[in-house]
């Protein structure tokens, strides 16, 4: 299989989430127990080619915020943030996280499984391209991915760092801000920040992730689960636990989904 900007699949014939603050493993917001979500024999396909399938779940996560006032609000419009409709409440600073996860294979054969990750601010959330034909399944990248071959009941686990997740934020809003070719933006091995095909279309301001969605991708039927927890700093006191006042959780808009458009173009 050829991985390029655009990650082609040819086949033969064709999270919950636990939530920490800071570096304190005691400072919680929400639920602190760990949870999962699982790909099993129940899990249907999402695409077809002629005589395979592609397998795809992901769990959604998102940072219970602190709600801005009517007054705050009204700020964040006054001020402009072009490609936004306004100034974002969570800037790019404001949250830095890191996820811990495992991915275990439940199964007493191999598999191999892809592992993804999809930045969501307030305005948009990406989600890569998935088009199938009789002959073929072409998959856009996602925004961080790893690909791991999983020995019968083995376990990985790694964390995925801040400076990884602050690539995925600057990705996010670079692309909706217009700049050629999605995937070549969000692979993984091209960094924005240093990337001149990207420097002419990343954003004066950057909205901060808000939250996430995580996944799982395999090209057969497998036994599969993924345990993740978050920490966030809150530097720039936007968190809020939902236990102490559940009024004082923002709930935003749903942003809106940038769906990646697939061309032929290396990295």
């Known amino acids: ?91 790019r600073d404001d949250l830095p996280m890191e996820v811990d996860w495992t991915l275990t294979n439940l199964a007493d054969t191999p598999i191999d499984a892809t592992l993804t990750l999809n930045g969501i601010n307030e305005f948009h959330e990406y989600m890569p391209s998935f088009e199938a034909d009789d002959d073929e399944v072409v998959i856009g990248f996602s925004q961080w991915e790893r690909t791991y071959a999983l020995e019968a009941f083995e376990t990985r686990g790694g964390t995925i760092r801040e400076e990884e997740l602050d690539e995925v934020a600057v990705d996010l809003a670079t692309v909706v801000n217009g700049a050629p070719n999605p995937n070549l933006i969000v692979y993984f091995e091209n960094q924005s920040d240093h990337d001149p095909r990207a420097a002419d279309y990343i954003p004066d301001v950057i909205p901060g992730l808000v939250g996430f969605r995580m996944g799982l991708e395999t090209q057969a039927q497998a036994r599969l689960v993924v345990e993740f927890t978050v920490r966030v700093r809150d530097a720039g006191e936007r968190l809020v636990d939902p236990a102490d006042d559940p009024m004082d959780v923002w709930r935003m808009p749903p942003p809106e989904v940038f769906v990646a458009e697939l061309l032929e173009e290396g990295p």
């Open 1 to 91: 299989m050829m991985r390029a900007v655009l990650r082609r699949m040819w086949f033969a014939g064709a999270a919950l989430a636990a939530f920490a603050v800071g570096c304190n493993p005691q400072d919680y917001v929400g639920d602190p127990s760990l949870h999962s979500f699982a790909l099993d024999e129940n899990t249907a396909p999402l695409l077809m080619a002629e005589d395979t399938a592609f397998y795809f779940i992901e769990s959604r996560f998102e940072i219970p915020l602190l709600r801005p006032t009517d007054a705050q609000i009204r700020a964040l419009y006054e001020t402009p943030a072009p490609p936004f409709p306004r100034s974002p409440w969570v800037d």
